[in-house]
């Protein structure tokens, strides 16, 4: 089967309310994403940034394609958010992106520091 990596950074990190929903995923690393910003809407999420500076911590984990149907549903996606593919020294990482046309929720509080704490 398969394998994706995934970099999750709010409900799906570990310890979290919706981390089992990546079964018996195996976690990988602690990262940072730079080029990304934060925001906080009672759940989080990360947009794409213009600023390299901008960056975003979380946790990279090793799923199968079950795993990533299953996550594609509790996102939303592609209306909620949108799972995109990022490029890095590795190959690359699933995230999922709050889309362009939900531009309102910039409204919301930004997650300076790239990590969310709740």
């Known amino acids: 089967m398969e394998t994706y990596r995934l970099f999750v950074y709010g409900t799906l990190k570990k310890g979290k309310g919706l981390n089992g929903i990546l079964g018996k995923s195996e976690f990988f690393s602690d990262d940072w994403l730079k080029g ?38 509790i996102e939303g996606h592609p209306y909620g958010y949108t799972r995109t593919w990022i490029p890095d020294q590795l190959g690359g990482v699933w995230i999922y992106l709050q889309s362009v046309r939900w531009g309102s929720l910039l409204n919301n509080r930004e997650i300076k520091s790239g990590i969310w704490e709740n």
Do not use: C, W
């Open 36 to 73: 990304f910003k934060m925001y906080d809407a009672g759940v989080p999420f990360v947009v794409q940034s213009n600023n390299p500076n901008d960056k975003v911590y979380g946790q990279i984990f090793l799923i199968n394609s079950s795993i990533l149907t299953d996550v594609d549903e």
